[in-house]
Each structure stands twice: as structure tokens, then as C-alpha cells.
């Protein structure tokens, strides 16, 4: 298992709180595990600019036909 530092976060009290009660709820074991879990997130979202670039990529597609638009799934 890597070695692991302590990182002390000060947060007001009713942050702190409803930091704790989320973790809880969401199912995690430990407020540590949760705050773990949403920096990891943050890794793995794409930026507003790469967002931007598929946007207008998926508008090129679909106004030079290369996308269909479907009533729905059964229309597949």
C-alpha cells in the first residue's frame, strides 16, 4: 500500500457537517474517502474547452448528415 500524508482541511462547522452527511449518505466508509473520491473525479472530467470542440464537432456531423436524430431508441 503507497505511503499516505495527512492533509488538514479547516472548514466551518456547518460545512463540515453537511460534508460528513453526504459522504454518509452517498455510502462511502469515511469523510477521507469521500473527499479522495471527488479529487479523483476532478482527474477524469473533461475541460469546458474540449466540451466546446465535441459540441461543435457533433454540430458538423449532424448538419452534414453523418447523424440521424431519432424519435426514440425503438426508432433505432
Known sequence: MPMRSILN???PSKTAKAVKARASKRGFASTSEYVRFLLNLDEN???A???LAMAK????????????KYKSLASL
Not at 464537432?57 to 440521424?68: C, F, Q, V
Open 9 to 11: 482541511v479547516s472548514l
Open 45 to 47: 472530467l473533461i475541460s
Open 49 to 51: 474547452d474540449e466540451l
Open 57 to 68: 464537432t457533433a454540430d458538423r456531423e449532424y448538419e452534414s448528415g453523418k447523424i440521424k
